[in-house]
């Protein structure tokens, strides 16, 4: 695994610990957000996202596609939800990010792979 770009570490870290101000202190402020239920923009959406989801995100593989754009291969989980079952299997999923001026500024899902990740990334 490539190592991860310092800021999606450190995001990583606040979101797996559910800690809002550290998330608001390395994601941009105009952070697009996409996945299986649609797209938002700005970082009140995102942080909202964080701690509505209980979601926690391990990464597995990791593959930097330029100087701004690593695709992340995770393992989902959500305790932090009500509704979570302790025990419950991850969800393979893999995730497109963008770093501009040490920010993340674009996190988005793909259901469909790390391959599917890549190959968007690879087009913007």
Request: proline residues 7%; hydrophobic residues 40%; aromatic residues 4%.
């Amino acid at each position: 695994m490539d190592p991860l770009p310092e800021p999606l570490d450190r995001w990583h870290r606040a979101v797996n610990a559910r800690d809002l101000d550290a998330v608001r202190a390395v994601t941009a402020s105009d952070v697009e957000v996409g996945g299986p239920r649609g797209t938002a923009r700005g970082l009140d959406a995102c942080v909202e996202w964080v701690g509505s989801s209980g979601i926690r995100l391990e990464p597995t593989r990791a593959h930097s596609v330029d100087g701004r754009h690593t695709v992340v291969a995770q393992d989902a989980t959500w305790p932090g939800r009500p509704d979570h079952v302790p025990g419950t299997a991850p969800v393979a999923t893999a995730t497109l990010f963008e770093v501009r001026d040490g920010r993340v500024s674009r996190i988005l899902r793909f259901d469909e792979g790390f391959e599917a990740a890549l190959a968007a990334a690879r087009e913007l």
